[in-house]
């Protein structure tokens, strides 16, 4: 089942990740009078810095919560942006509607890649761009997610990947973005950039982290087990010795990772 992020609070999440939006919207610049949709917008992040500069900007998130917000915060700072609940499957825009095609950290988890890439082709205009951003494995903070997904795994039992399912992508992976943007006539080029995480320590760090929508969705499964307590408790144990562990700073917390700006057109 795909996950809800408007579970929990991804609100600190999307701060956090805030400098990565920056970084892509500023790689678009001027934005003036450009239509720009921003996939799985979350809190409005790219969106907003978007619309602050003159974009007239589409927002689209499946998560209703999340656009809410997305809204909410467009609405404070007296911003025009449009946010619409949708995925990646079925944007709901028209055909060549986007000069520019934003995804920061979302379209990577559509279920059908290919299906998603085949949708952000057809809305972005001819002369239009695409620019996603995706995780690079190998850094602290994706190491830390691979606990939680192991330890899930392994509780619910990872299971051989049905044959039916679409195949998964390596969105930070040049030659595999090549050729799933080839069919539709795109190139592509990657950048890599690198993002930190701070805390006063591992502890408060994995603290906050428990309000992420993938944390309070792998609560729930757990809670639903008749041992759900003794394995949250086992999970936030090695959490901890991953935090620990993973830890670049010894006064404090930082984890640090890299992650590719994706930029694709005709
Ligand atoms: C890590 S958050 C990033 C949010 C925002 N772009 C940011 O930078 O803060 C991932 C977002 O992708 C969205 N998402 C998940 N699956 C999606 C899909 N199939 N199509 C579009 N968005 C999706 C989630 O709802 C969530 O808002």
Known sequence: MELDWGLGEYEGTGEVLLPVSEVVVGMCEPLAGKRVVDLGSGTGNAALLAAERGAVV???????RLVEVARKRAAERGLQAEFLVGDAGSIPVEDGAADLLLSVFAVIFAPDARAAIAEMT?????DGVIRLTSWVPGGSMMAINQVAGKFMGEVFGGGPADPASPKPLAWHDEAAL???FAPHGFSVELERHSISLTAASPEEYLEKSAQHPMAVSSAQALAARPDGEALQADLTQRLLVAVRELNEDPAAFKVSNDYAVVTARR
């Open 58 to 64: 589409t927002g689209v998130d499946p998560a209703k």
């Open 122 to 126: 057809r809305v972005t205009a001819p």
């Open 178 to 180: 090549r050729e799933a």
